[in-house]
């Protein structure tokens, strides 16, 4: 499973995918936004975007992608390890109950 993370604080970058790892999930990480954003998640199962260290822009062209292409999207404010956690297991859960890899 791939996820991409939008958002979040520079300095727990790496907590963030040791944690994903740690689950067994693979994690792409956009703390800032980034030129061809869009471009980046379109092949992912699912988008996390953490609303409080996101730019509008940033946010904007990531949801616009993720409905063109039918992604997935989970979003909240807070933007600690402990909300990212807690949003991928209840995603591997989603994915384990549905019987299948991919959530789309």
């Not at 509008?56 to 933007?79: D, G, L, Q, T």
Request: with cysteine; proline share 1%.
């Amino acid at each position: 499973m791939c996820i991409a993370l939008i958002g979040g604080m520079d300095r727990l970058k790496k907590k963030y995918i040791s944690e994903a790892e740690r689950m067994g999930i693979y994690l792409k990480v956009y703390t800032r936004s980034e030129k061809g954003i869009a471009s980046k998640v379109t092949n992912v199962d699912a988008v996390i975007i953490f609303t409080n260290k996101v730019s509008h822009r940033a946010k904007i062209e990531v949801m616009s992608i993720a409905k063109a292409k039918n992604i997935p999207v989970f979003m909240y404010h807070s933007c600690g390890l402990c909300t990212l956690r807690n949003c991928l297991s209840c995603l591997k859960n989603l994915s384990i109950k549905t019987g299948i890899n991919s959530l789309k």
